[in-house]
C-alpha cells in the first residue's frame, strides 16, 4: 500500500503529459515550421505555405539517407530524380505537380532535442543557412524530423519551395499514403506512433528509475 502511494503520483503526471499521450497532436514538425515563419516575419521576410506533399517529400528526403548521420555533413544529397521516381510514389503526391526545390535545411544528431533547439543549433549555424531561412524565392515549405529504425539518430529536414499553393505537391486522392515512422507538416495531425514511441523512450526509462528509487525508499 506504501508503495503505491508513493508512485500514483508520479506514475500519474508522467503519463498524463504530452510525451506519453497516444492521442497526442503535438507535432514537431508543424512547430518547427511555425518557428521558421516567426524567424522570417521577425526579419520581414513573408511567412512561407505549409505544404503537407512538400513536408511528406521531405519525410521520404530523410529516408534516403537511410540513417547515415555521417551523410549529412558531407554536403551528399539524393539525386534530383529521386522527387519524381520514388519520393512522390512513396508520399501519393501527383509527380506532374512537383515544383522546384529552393532551398533545403537538413540536420542529425543523436539525441532528439525540440524544435526551437533544432532550429537554431542544428538547421541554421551559418550565414549560408540564414541566407537560404530568408530567401525571398521561396512561397512554401515542408519539413520533417523522425528517428531512425524507432530511435537514434533524429533527422530534421525542411524543404523550401517556389510553387503555388494548392497546385503543387498536391496529393493523389486528396491525403499523403500512411508513411512510418516520422513526422511531417501540414497535415493536420500527429506522429506516427512508432516516432511517438522513440522520442518517448527515454521517459519509459525515467518511470522505471523513479520506481525502483520508490521501492529502494520504502524498504
Known amino acids: 500500500m506504501a508503495i503505491s502511494f508513493f508512485l500514483a503520483p508520479v506514475l500519474l503526471f508522467l503519463l498524463s503529459s504530452p510525451a506519453f499521450a497516444a492521442d497526442s497532436k503535438n507535432n514537431p514538425a ?22 503537407p506533399g512538400l513536408g511528406c517529400i521531405a519525410l521520404q528526403y530523410i529516408k534516403a539517407y537511410q ?14 530524380s529521386s522527387f ?20 533545403r535545411l537538413l540536420g542529425c544528431q543523436s539525441m532528439y532535442i525540440n524544435p526551437e533547439e533544432a532550429f537554431s543549433n542544428i538547421l541554421v549555424q551559418n550565414s549560408q543557412s540564414i541566407e537560404i531561412l ?19 539518430p533524429y533527422f530534421w529536414c525542411v524543404l523550401f519551395s517556389n510553387g503555388m499553393k494548392n497546385v503543387s505537391f498536391v496529393f493523389e486522392n486528396g ?3 500512411p508513411v512510418h515512422p516520422g513526422c511531417f507538416s501540414g497535415n493536420n495531425d500527429e506522429c506516427s506512433s512508432g516516432f511517438r514511441f522513440a522520442v518517448r523512450k527515454s521517459g519509459i526509462w525515467a518511470v522505471v528509475a523513479l520506481a525502483l528509487l520508490g521501492l529502494a525508499y520504502i524498504h
Open 67 to 80: 540513417g547515415q548521420c555521417s551523410e549529412v555533413g558531407n554536403m551528399k544529397k539524393p539525386p534530383d
Open 30 to 51: 508543424d512547430q518547427l515550421v511555425a518557428v521558421i515563419n516567426a524567424n522570417r516575419t521577425t526579419a520581414k521576410s513573408l511567412a512561407l505555405f505549409d505544404n
Open 134 to 152: 530568408h530567401n525571398k524565392n521561396h512561397t512554401q515549405i515542408g519539413a520533417a524530423v523522425t528517428g531512425t529504425d524507432g530511435g537514434s
Open 175 to 177: 491525403e499523403a499514403k
Open 84 to 103: 519524381a521516381d520514388t519520393f512522390a510514389p512513396n508520399c501519393g503526391v501527383q509527380a506532374q505537380t512537383l515544383s522546384p526545390i529552393t532551398g
